[in-house]
Structure formats: structure tokens, C-alpha cells
């Protein structure tokens, strides 16, 4: 829902290390815009622990109606999944590499548009995942994907650039992966480059892996990388982009890209693939149990 910004009263959480952006001249927008709609708003950091009970208590105490995360879609997952069971709004000032979620929703990359966004957008229901029992509001990925996340994770540099050199990096070194999927009580055989389990319809960075995904429509949309030749990978990748067409789980695909929807799925991961969840690696797993948690977090949007 919408609420006078005059009635709001707003947290903003600033992970100082995300992205490549400068985030010092961010407390004096947020100071400003706030003075602008006679709202009240404070600025606090992120903590890397992602114990939010600092803030939790300030809602509490203070009757905090908005939580505005400053940073990437691991700092989104953090906040969100500490602070979701609470009755309030959250916005994002996408300040991270990828800031999957916050294009996904259609808020702008332009921090002071962000900003002035939270005083002024509409608040509506997302869905989420928990992947086993850890927290989802994107993507989860295993495979090339994920290995691309690890490698990024340990480079000096953050940015577009850095992301790219270590995705064509690992490009020519990929190897796949046998999976074993159970959808609907279907056991599926598959050696994949990698498997995404998308909530969003963004990687990130305005790249779209699952086209047909929507944030509230109690569907996981799951997408299929299988072996192939390398020289063609590129072109079908491409070609899941621009046009993604939704295919039955149970269809037999060789050689060809799947990618259907379903509120819940089992991975096996015999081979333990990398695994990353929202863009973070995360040690690899055996078994994920993945389903689909409807209507989780009111996420402010534009109207």
C-alpha cells in the first residue's frame, strides 16, 4: 500500500563496501529528501553478521514503518530475511554489482530517484524461497554461475568489469554437472552447466536468464543449462534471453535449454556443485529442498 510520506518514518541501511559507488553523500541525501516530504528518516550501517537486532529493536521501541537497504542483493537477503516477519516496508537504494531484485522491480539505479522512491512508491507483496532453510529473495544458482560468484567474491575488485572477466575466465574451464531433479514426485537425470532457481527475472545488471518470472506469482522459474557443445552455449544463452519459452518440467529436452516453473523442486547434487544464493557462494549441498514462500515482503515499488 501507499502511505503519506509525511506518516512514514524510515531506517536506511548503508552497506559501506558494496559496488564500486561512493556512498558518503548518501546520509545527506537521505537527510534532504526526507526534510523535503517532513518525513523522518535516520541512517544506520549494515553489519556483516546479519543480526539486525539493533534495528529490530528500534522498530519496536520506535514505531519504524520502513526499512530502506543500501547496498547489493546480499545485503537485501540479509536484511530481509532477519527482518521479514515484521509488519513493515521494505525499499532498496541498489548501490550493489548486481542489484538483481531492485531492477527486477523497476526501481531506479539513479540513487537519488532510489531515494526519493521510498518516501514516495507503493509498498506491494513479493515472494521469496528458502533454499533447505536459508533465506532466497532472487536467485539461487549451482553450477557455472555459482563458480563465477565464488571466484568474485575473492577479487580485490567489485563492479561490472570484474564480474565479466570472471565469468569469461571461468568460461573456458567449465565443466558439467550431473543433477537429479524431483518435481512433482518426477525424478529428472541431467548433466548441466548449471541450474538457476529464479524468483526474479534479473542475474543482475539488466540480464535476464528467466524472462517469464514475476515476483508475486507463487512460481519459481527454473532454468535448465544442459551439455553442449561450447561453441553454441553463447548463442543459446541468447536465445533464453531475448525469448525464454516456458517448456513442461517433464519434457525431454537434449541439447536444448529448459526452463519451466513449479512452487517447489528437489536438487541432488551428487557432484556438489558450487552454490551460490542471491549472488553469495555458499557451501555446496547435497540435497536442496527449494519451495517457494508466497506474498513473504512488502517491497516498496514504483506506482
Given at each position: 500500500?501507499?502511505?503519506d510520506?509525511?506518516?512514514?518514518?524510515?531506517i536506511?541501511?548503508?552497506?559501506p563496501?558494496?559496488g564500486?559507488?561512493?556512498?558518503?553523500d548518501?546520509?545527506?541525501?537521505?537527510?534532504?529528501t526526507?526534510?523535503?516530504?517532513?518525513?523522518?528518516a535516520i541512517?544506520?550501517?549494515t553489519?556483516?553478521?546479519?543480526?539486525?537486532?539493533f534495528v529490530?529493536?528500534?522498530?519496536?521501541?520506535?514505531?519504524?514503518?520502513?526499512?530502506i537497504?543500501?547496498?547489493?542483493?546480499?545485503t537485501?537477503?540479509?536484511?530481509?530475511?532477519?527482518?521479514?516477519?515484521?509488519?513493515?516496508?521494505?525499499?532498496?537504494?541498489?548501490c550493489?554489482?548486481?542489484?538483481?531484485?531492485?531492477?527486477?522491480?523497476g526501481?531506479?539505479?539513479?540513487?537519488?530517484?532510489?531515494?526519493?522512491?521510498?518516501?514516495?512508491?507503493?509498498?506491494?507483496?513479493?515472494?521469496?524461497?528458502?533454499?533447505?532453510?536459508?533465506?532466497?529473495?532472487?536467485?539461487?544458482?549451482?553450477?557455472?554461475?555459482?563458480?563465477?560468484?565464488?571466484?568474485?567474491?575473492?577479487?580485490?575488485?567489485?563492479?561490472?568489469?570484474?564480474?565479466?572477466?570472471?565469468?569469461?575466465?571461468?568460461?573456458?574451464?567449465a565443466?558439467?554437472?550431473?543433477?537429479?531433479?524431483?518435481?512433482?514426485?518426477?525424478?529428472i537425470?541431467?548433466?548441466?552447466?548449471?541450474?538457476?532457481?529464479?524468483?526474479?527475472?534479473?542475474?543482475?545488471?539488466?540480464?535476464?536468464?528467466?524472462?517469464?518470472?514475476?515476483l508475486?506469482d507463487?512460481?519459481?522459474d527454473?532454468?535448465?543449462v544442459?551439455?553442449?557443445?561450447?561453441?553454441?552455449?553463447?548463442?543459446?544463452l541468447?536465445?533464453?534471453?531475448?525469448?525464454?519459452?516456458?517448456?513442461?518440467?517433464?519434457?525431454?529436452?537434449?541439447?536444448t535449454?529448459?526452463?519451466f516453473?513449479?512452487?517447489k523442486?528437489?536438487?541432488?547434487n551428487?557432484?556438489?556443485?558450487?552454490?551460490?544464493?542471491?549472488?553469495?557462494?555458499?557451501?555446496?549441498?547435497?540435497?536442496?529442498?527449494?519451495?517457494?514462500?508466497?506474498?513473504?515482503?512488502?517491497?516498496?515499488?514504483?506506482?
Amino acid at each position: 500500500m501507499r502511505v503519506d510520506p509525511s506518516q512514514k518514518k524510515l531506517i536506511f541501511l548503508v552497506n559501506p563496501i558494496s559496488g564500486t559507488r561512493p556512498k558518503a553523500d548518501l546520509a545527506d541525501l537521505v537527510k534532504q529528501t526526507a526534510e523535503r516530504f517532513k518525513s523522518q528518516a535516520i541512517v544506520l550501517p549494515t553489519v556483516a553478521s546479519g543480526d539486525y537486532s539493533f534495528v529490530r529493536q528500534r522498530i519496536e521501541e520506535e514505531a519504524y514503518t520502513d526499512v530502506i537497504i543500501c547496498g547489493g542483493d546480499g545485503t537485501v537477503n540479509n536484511v530481509m530475511s532477519d527482518l521479514r516477519d515484521l509488519d513493515i516496508h521494505f525499499g532498496i537504494v541498489p548501490c550493489g554489482s548486481g542489484n538483481g531484485l531492485a531492477y527486477c522491480a523497476g526501481i531506479p539505479k539513479n540513487p537519488q530517484k532510489a531515494i526519493e522512491l521510498a518516501f514516495t512508491g507503493k509498498a506491494r507483496y513479493i515472494d521469496a524461497f528458502l533454499v533447505n532453510e536459508q533465506f532466497a529473495c532472487m536467485l539461487c544458482g549451482l553450477g557455472f554461475d555459482a563458480k563465477v560468484a565464488h571466484d568474485f567474491a575473492q577479487q580485490p575488485g567489485r563492479g561490472l568489469l570484474t564480474y565479466t572477466q570472471q565469468t569469461i575466465k571461468n568460461y573456458f574451464t567449465a565443466t558439467t554437472y550431473h543433477f537429479e531433479m524431483v518435481v512433482e514426485e518426477h525424478v529428472i537425470q541431467t548433466d548441466a552447466f548449471f541450474i538457476s532457481v529464479a524468483n526474479s527475472n534479473q542475474f543482475g545488471n539488466q540480464f535476464t536468464i528467466a524472462p517469464k518470472a514475476s515476483l508475486n506469482d507463487g512460481l519459481l522459474d527454473i532454468v535448465v543449462v544442459p551439455k553442449m557443445n561450447k561453441a553454441i552455449l553463447p548463442f543459446a544463452l541468447m536465445q533464453q534471453v531475448r525469448t525464454g519459452q516456458l517448456t513442461s518440467a517433464l519434457e525431454e529436452q537434449t541439447g536444448t535449454i529448459q526452463y519451466f516453473q513449479t512452487a517447489k523442486i528437489q536438487i541432488r547434487n551428487k557432484d556438489l556443485a558450487p552454490l551460490h544464493i542471491d549472488g553469495e557462494p555458499k557451501e555446496s549441498l547435497e540435497t536442496l529442498n527449494i519451495r517457494i514462500l508466497p506474498r513473504c515482503v512488502q517491497l516498496i515499488q514504483p506506482i
